[in-house]
């Protein structure tokens, strides 16, 4: 007989909802965090350090989306909250250059090589738009390849067969996106070298780039198959199409230079995000040099911002970017622990005899339901979402916060201890066990 175990109070959240549902598109400011795919009404959350949030009920929760990966030191970092304290006293925005930017850079060059020159700006999708333009202008043709699904934003040039938000609302195109848009986009599959052969088999003239997402994050987590990324490395350059590796969430986090270091291979340009600002809105594109010098204002490519290079978010990132340089363990700690959840779940499903995998790539993961293997977006399309969503709600009623979403990675930050996985394992094996 199970202890009948007493659920959480939310009445804040559900308050904070019903006055945000007159206020909000679906009562939220981005589509995942509405709990659409988990059912239920979203968290609201008041405050956050290390590995827990607190939500507005005063409820404690171990958090493994980290704000959608950034958060890899944890939340409120005493190093970062001090920079950013410091900063905002000195000021929040100029609107000119800053020792920041400067700084900043410097240590992004340091981890990742390819970047051999940059440009800041404040979000993802700004970074992979702005990468496409290059892209564009540097080759003079307008086609690129997407793998479908990977998420870069939303961009319209990325909003079809997107992961992340939109694959979980089942709408793989986004009404107001033209054709003439959609007419550029030829779209392969992750991991299927010949579907990307295809696309420049057809037009090899035409396309401009292949973008992708080098540890796919947006649709569960989903490592490049062997050969894979070399593959597109050696089509680009018998093409001359550039390859743009969107590493906003893998950067810095996969690896110190992320993807790029873990599997060896160089991009023309890459985005990167998340982890970079700490927090704050960082994002940023680079590659090489020769590509940069086409972004205005020393070549012609427009590309501009207000927020770009805010010094509070510069403050955030440099502080970040320096505790990671002066613990260059912190990767591996934080990937072997990740390695004991992984396992820990593993172990969970193969007792209880529950079909599932779970993919671990650095301090990304992700359990799918049904499939043994997943190593294909077939696989994870095959996946059981309500499944996921009775786990997702189990997991939330015993204190543990999963992404709302089969479709997402979940991510561990250096402030996970072997006890906050202990933690997440028996709670996984209770509501995995059916114990109300
Ligand atoms: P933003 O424009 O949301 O800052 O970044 C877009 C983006 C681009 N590229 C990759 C690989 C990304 O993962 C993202 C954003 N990731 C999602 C989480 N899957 C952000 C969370 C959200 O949409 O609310």
């Given amino acids: 007989m199970s202890e009948t175990r007493a659920l959480p109070i939310t009445t804040s959240s559900d308050a904070l909802y019903a006055r945000a549902l007159g206020l909000f598109p679906g009562g939220v400011n981005s589509p995942v965090r509405a709990f659409r795919a988990v059912g239920g009404v979203p968290r609201f959350i008041a405050s956050a350090s290390g590995a827990y949030l607190v939500d507005a009920d005063g409820n404690r929760l171990l958090d493994y989306v980290l704000g959608w990966g950034p958060m ?53 999708t700004e970074a992979t738009m702005s990468a496409l333009r290059v892209a564009r202008a540097a080759t003079g043709r307008s086609g690129y390849v997407k793998l479908d699904g990977c998420y870069h934003g939303h961009a319209d040039a990325f909003l079809m067969k997107a992961g992340s938000g939109l694959a979980t609302l089942g709408t793989p195109d986004s009404p107001g996106v033209p054709d003439a848009v959609a007419r550029d986009a030829r779209i392969a599959s992750f991991n299927d070298l010949a579907s990307v052969e295809a696309a420049f088999a057809k037009e090899p003239e035409a396309i401009a780039a292949v973008i992708v997402e080098p540890v796919v994050g947006n649709y569960g987590c989903l490592p490049p198959a062997d050969g894979f990324l070399t593959g597109l ?18 950067g810095f986090r996969v690896a110190r230079g992320g993807a790029s270091e873990r599997y060896g291979v160089r991009p023309d ?67 072997a622990r990740t390695g004991l959840l992984a396992a820990g779940l593993r172990e969970i499903l193969e007792r209880r005899g529950i079909a599932g995998a779970v993919n671990q790539v650095g301090s990304m993961w992700t359990l799918f339901f049904g499939p043994k293997r997943v190593a294909t977006m077939a696989d ?33 930050s250096d402030a996970h201890r072997e006890e906050e996985i202990d933690r997440t394992l028996e709670a996984a094996d209770e509501s995995l066990g059916g114990v109300a």
């Fill in 72 to 124: 890899l030191l944890g939340h409120a970092h005493p190093r970062v909250v001090e920079a950013v304290e410091r900063q905002a006293r000195d000021g929040f925005l100029f609107g000119t250059s800053t020792a920041l930017e400067v700084e900043l850079a410097e240590r992004v060059r340091r981890f990742y090589p390819a970047a051999e020159r940059l440009r800041f700006v404040s979000t993802g």
């Fill in 233 to 250: 490395r050696a089509l680009c350059d018998r093409h001359g199409a550039v390859l743009i590796f969107d590493e906003v969430m893998t």
């Fill in 269 to 335: 340009l890459v985005t990167l995000g998340k982890v970079i600002g700490g927090g704050l809105p960082v994002a940023a594109f680079g590659g090489r040099a020769d590509l940069l010098a086409r972004v205005a204002p020393e070549g012609p490519v427009y590309q501009a911002g207000t927020y770009s290079g805010n010094p509070v978010a510069m403050a955030a990132g440099l502080a970040t970017l320096e505790v990671l340089e002066s613990d260059p363990a912190l990767f591996q700690r934080v990937e």
């Fill in 380 to 412: 994870v399309r095959s996946a059981d979402r309500e499944r996921f969503a009775q786990f997702f709600r189990g997991m939330l009623e015993r204190g543990v916060f999963l992404p709302p979403s089969a479709f997402e990675s979940a991510f561990l």
